[in-house]
């Protein structure tokens, strides 16, 4: 298989699904199968969040890929409703990051509303993504380059080094090694953002084609490795 550049290599098959599917696919089904997980549900709370978030995640993962893949590419879905489908799966690809840290860490009275601050930080960026979007298209008609998702990578990746820095050791000082993990995650997320943010740039706003394969690399730790990372991190906290 050849291709003429990289933007071809990155819109193929082979790097959008074929690529990124094989890992979660696997994992999936030794959570399913496996002893570990099982050997792990010793009934605390800690243990059944690890599991059941390893659980759901992984299977959201495969259903982000065939959706957002295989399955708009056989509707010939226009760039709308192609959107409209990829939103959630945005949303929740940060939620999942915000869980284990708020859920885990105690954030809240309750692990209920750990959760629900999660859920609102992951909102959060968007909408400040959306603002400033807007803002730039305002005051600088004459760009025709996209922002709206650079922004929304350069936000998320600020939240992330803010919650790993500033608030993490804080929530977590009377358990040290829970919080090394959780801002082992938040690191994590911290990398591919950076580094979607930096091949959008090279893309978007300097014409580069290798940008394309640069993008590669956080879309193998995002959909890859996410969950077998997230997992085998808190795991071996319970």
């Not at 009934?43 to 993962?61: H, K, N």
């Not at 600020?158 to 090394?180: E, I, K, S």
């Amino acid at each position: 298989m050849e291709f003429g550049s990289w933007q071809q290599f990155y819109q193929s098959d082979l790097q959008g699904f074929t690529s990124l599917i094989v890992v979660p696919a696997l994992f999936f089904v030794y959570l399913l199968t496996g002893r570990g997980p099982r050997e792990r549900a010793d009934g605390s709370d800690q243990a059944r969040f690890v599991r059941s978030y390893a659980l759901v995640f992984c299977a959201e993962t495969l259903l982000d890929l065939l959706l957002t893949g295989p399955l708009t590419k056989a509707l010939e879905l226009g760039n709308t409703a192609s959107t409209a489908v990829m939103i959630p799966f945005v949303l929740l690809g940060d939620f999942r990051v915000l869980l284990p840290v708020f859920f885990l860490a105690g954030v809240g009275t309750s692990h209920g509303q750990g959760a629900l601050r999660a859920a609102g930080l992951t909102l959060l960026v968007p909408g400040f993504a959306v603002a400033v979007d807007a803002a730039i298209g305002w005051l600088r008609p004459d760009l025709d380059a996209p922002f709206l998702w650079i922004v929304h990578e350069l936000a998320f990746l600020t939240l992330a080094l803010v919650l790993r820095h500033r608030f993490v050791p804080g929530w977590t000082a009377d358990r040290p090694d829970l919080g090394r993990r959780l801002r082992a995650l938040l690191s994590y997320a911290a990398t591919y953002y950076a580094l979607w943010a930096a091949s959008d740039l090279l893309i978007f706003h300097g014409g580069a084609d290798v940008g394309w394969l640069l993008r590669a690399l956080p879309n193998q730790l995002y959909y890859a490795f996410w969950v077998p990372f997230a997992y085998w991190m808190l795991s071996r906290e319970f």
